[in-house]
């Protein structure tokens, strides 16, 4: 039995749990398709709940890695079981034979053109929250020309929404809204902004807090309503429609800049590596693990194992305690099969 | 605005809609509001696409008008609709094209509703045979009378003779396309473009010539909505949408307005009247209102067929205007003039006719 585990995506949670193993003193391959590691979080700005860089976090967790191979712009091309191994081929050609998979596939942002209504890539000051991140990260959006002076955000764009398929919390969307909310009135301090919730699920350490912080220190104003539509006037500013459930009125909002807060589903790249296991899949998207209280990081198929977002919406830190999680269910693994 | 995100969205709700052999049902209300504008339908599909269209005298009321009233429980709605399909099987025909936009969203919810509790279909299928001894069939092919004309724009805007195009100053006419809200809002896969960016007008106002107008208020309804007007004391209600219509769409200076619904036409250009009664106000230039037509009378009018033939006489705001615009001549004489020359009366003139 050889002791080479091979974690698929090099997001926060195949970073950690790599550098776990290798510490372990397993032979880790991490393999990730696209040009850099990171996944989102190399895309990202700043974290909730306190504003940590997310630059400043990913260069940790890549630090940590030290010695662990890894194949950028790679995929896997064909997965196969064997008797005691899987046999991996990578598409740049090279062949693996691994005891343990890890899929730490992460998650795709919802598509928020699905949500039509709300006109994401028809109305030109329509963004989505990865939209916003990178503009704070880099300071360029074309679509941000000048200071707006009205600024919404939509909540749960493709989550807890029969209608986009998705009856799910998607669970960092509220703290990440309130998060964009007060980083947007810092950007711009003479801008209003507004957030349309239905309600505001700040379940973290210290996530009550900020959104206390928003409406006191900030002055963000909350509206517990879904957005109907949004469209355009003569001028190019939205005209958003919702409804506001504590007053019981629908109202009429013009804005300068509406961000969508596009919610979490199983990444595409993911579910094609595990059908090519035969993998199960809930009716959420989310792949199926052995049990949902004691074996989390287990799947149906011995040797193959799950952490991060593939199964399910997570926080970072829940992501990073998962990886951790998986690492030690890996060990257990081998242990167990000497 | 960016024009290639709704190609995108109409590129995703296309459907393959077939070519001929069609079993044409008409709109109780179109008969009554704009009787030449199925006239027209039938002739252009049959005498200038050669196609083949049938029509029954057996056919009745979809029962549409009183469902959404609740005035006749659903069982009995979707027995009068099991009675079309039957007819239209019983002339042989499996492709069913209904004039009305209440009807075809009746018929979209009772097919889909039966797909989805096949033991209410039997039931329906009993009934029938109780009630009018007919063969039960479903249509192979439902479209709206809307959807072929917009397969058939661009072979229409080969045979035009006049563009929505303002002949003087050689500008596109700008065009507020209206969609019925029963055509795509309960199922958005059943129209062209979807429930958001209908292009099932817009690709017509694009094929003959004219520019497109988005505005805020583009999806609210007409100010029809069955229960707003049919129940007297809620008219106001009625008014008040058309009004926020036309307030919505007033900056963007259309030349005229298309429909696809039956209620629409109607009340888009009637309430244009009352509002100018009662505030004195209208929308379009020098006092006029803004012209509303059928998409088939606009069709009629691409193709060059007489204004007075195609019923535009019978429109509460004056579309000559928008006739002078286009470069289409008219016999002012002949406005109120029906069919063997019969007098047909004169409205007394309101504000926003000007004529």
């Known amino acids: 039995m050889n002791n080479n585990v091979i974690i698929i995506g090099g997001g926060p949670c195949g970073l950690e749990a790599s550098a776990q193993l290798h510490q372990m003193g397993y032979n880790v391959i991490l393999v990730e398709r696209e040009p850099q590691l990171g996944g989102h979080l190399a895309k990202w700005d700043r974290l909730f709940p306190e504003g940590i860089k997310a630059k400043e976090v990913l260069d940790q967790l890549i630090a940590n890695i030290n010695g662990v191979k890894y194949f950028l712009n790679t995929e896997v091309k064909s997965i196969n079981q064997l008797d005691k191994e899987y046999n991996v081929i990578l598409s740049n050609g090279i062949t693996i034979l691994a005891t343990a998979v890890l899929m730490a596939s992460g998650f795709d942002l919802f598509p928020a053109e699905k949500k039509e209504e709300y006109g994401y890539g028809i109305y030109d000051k329509v963004i989505t929250n990865a939209d916003l991140e990178n503009y704070f990260n880099t300071g360029k959006d074309r679509r941000i020309t000048a200071a707006p002076k009205r600024i919404g955000f939509v909540h749960c764009v493709g989550s807890r929404d029969e209608k986009a398929g998705n009856r799910y919390c998607s669970k960092v969307c509220c703290a990440t809204a309130v998060k964009q909310a007060c980083e947007a009135k810092e950007a711009f301090p003479d801008a209003e902004v507004f957030c ?43 005209i958003v429609k919702a409804e506001d459930t504590l007053s019981g009125k629908p109202i009429k909002v013009t804005l300068d800049l509406l ?20 993998l199960k899949k809930d009716d959420d998207g989310f792949f199926t693990c052995k049990d949902s209280i004691l074996h989390l990081q287990q799947s149906d198929k011995k040797g193959i194992f799950y952490a991060g977002a593939c199964t399910g919406p997570k926080t970072l830190p829940d992501t990073l305690h998962e990886a951790r999680a998986a690492a030690i269910a890996i060990h257990n693994y081998f242990k167990e099969r000497k | 605005m960016i024009y290639e995100g709704k190609q995108k969205i109409w590129s995703d709700y ?55 009233s609740d005035a006749i429980p659903q069982e009995t709605a979707m027995t009068i609709i099991a009675r079309q399909f039957a007819l239209m099987h019983k002339y042989g025909y499996e492709n069913y094209v209904c004039s009305c936009i209440t009807s075809f969203g009746l018929y979209t919810e009772t097919l889909e509703t039966w797909r989805e509790f096949p033991e209410l279909e039997a039931r329906i299928k009993e009934k029938l045979w109780e009630s009018c001894k007919l063969e039960f069939a479903k249509p192979k092919y439902l479209a709206h009378a809307s959807d072929i004309i917009y397969k058939f724009r661009n072979q229409i805007a080969q ?120 505030e004195g106000k209208t929308y379009g230039k020098d006092g006029h209102g803004i012209p509303v037509f059928t998409y088939e009378e606009v069709a009629g009018l691409v193709l060059g067929y007489d204004p007075w033939d195609l019923g535009l006489q019978v ?19 002949k406005k109120y003039k029906g069919i063997n020359g019969k007098d047909l009366g004169r409205p007394e003139l309101p504000t926003c006719a000007c004529l």
């Open chain 1, 196 to 238: 349309f919730y239905m309600d505001l699920r700040m379940f973290g350490r210290g996530y009550e807090d900020l959104y206390l912080r928003a409406q006191k220190e900030y002055g963000v104003r909350f509206i517990r309503g879904r957005v109907s539509e949004v469209a355009e006037d003569i001028n190019s500013q939205l």
């Open chain 1, 259 to 278: 961000v969508l807060m596009a919610g979490m589903t199983n990444c595409q790249a993911g579910v094609k590596v595990a059908n090519m296991l035969s």
């Open chain 2, 14 to 68: 296309q459907k393959d809609i077939p070519d001929d052999h069609y079993f044409y049902v008409r709109s109780c209300i179109r008969q009554s509001f704009f009787p030449a504008s199925e006239q027209t339908f039938l002739d252009i599909t049959r005498n200038r696409l050669h196609k083949d269209f049938f029509e029954s005298e057996h056919h009745t009321t979809c029962g549409g008008i009183a469902y959404h």
């Open chain 2, 159 to 278: 045979q035009a003779k006049f563009k929505l195009i303002n002949k003087k100053t050689g500008e596109p006419l700008r065009v507020v396309e209206h969609i019925g809200c029963h055509y795509a809002k309960m199922f958005p896969s059943k129209g062209f473009g979807g429930a958001e960016y209908p292009y099932v007008l817009a690709g017509m106002i694009e094929a003959w010539g004219g520019e497109v107008i988005d505005y805020p208020e583009r999806r609210h309804c007409c100010g029809f909505g069955f229960r707003q007007y049919l129940v007297q004391s809620n008219r106001g209600y009625s008014l008040s949408n058309t009004h926020k219509k036309f307030e919505s769409m007033e900056p963007y200076k259309p030349d005229m307005i298309i429909t696809n619904c039956p209620g629409c036409p109607y009340f888009l250009d009637r309430w244009q009247y009352v509002i100018s009664e009662m």
């Open chain 2, 315 to 333: 429109h509460q705001v004056s579309v000559e205007p928008l006739l002078d615009k286009m470069g289409i001549p008219y016999d002012p004489s």
